[in-house]
């Protein structure tokens, strides 16, 4: 049975790059959609952005333009681009993955942005 698993969180400046990653593990079959979601201590789990297997996108207003989501469909790989980074953005960041009959997570990645 496959699951997710990401990687690329850290602790990065104000201003700074981070990659997130997020493949499979074991088999999923029939992905449609990928997203990404971040979590901040006290929060809720909240939408950062998603991608259709066609390339259409989705972000949260606090991320356009800073925030590019991408995936491979061959490897059911998604990835994350974040830019311009602020401590706001600090949060693990959860992989979802969505087939017709199942909703996929990943175990989350910290990221911290501080100075």
């Known amino acids: 049975q496959g699951r997710l698993v990401e990687s690329g969180g850290g602790l990065v400046q104000p201003g700074g790059s981070l990659r997130l990653s997020c493949a499979p593990s074991?088999?999923?079959?029939?992905?449609?959609?990928m997203g990404w979601y971040q979590q901040a201590p006290g929060n809720q789990r909240e939408l950062v952005a998603t991608?259709?297997?066609?390339?259409?996108?989705n972000y949260a207003d606090s991320v356009k333009g800073r925030f590019t989501i991408s995936r491979d469909n061959a490897k059911n790989t998604v990835y994350l681009q974040m830019n311009s980074l602020k401590p706001e953005d600090s949060a693990v960041y959860y992989c979802?993955?969505?087939?017709?009959?199942?909703?996929?997570w990943g175990q989350g990645t910290q990221v911290t942005v501080s100075s």
């Open positions: 991608i259709t297997r066609d390339g259409s996108t």
């Open positions: 979802n993955a969505k087939t017709l009959v199942r909703n996929y």
């Open positions: 074991g088999t999923i079959f029939s992905i449609n959609v």
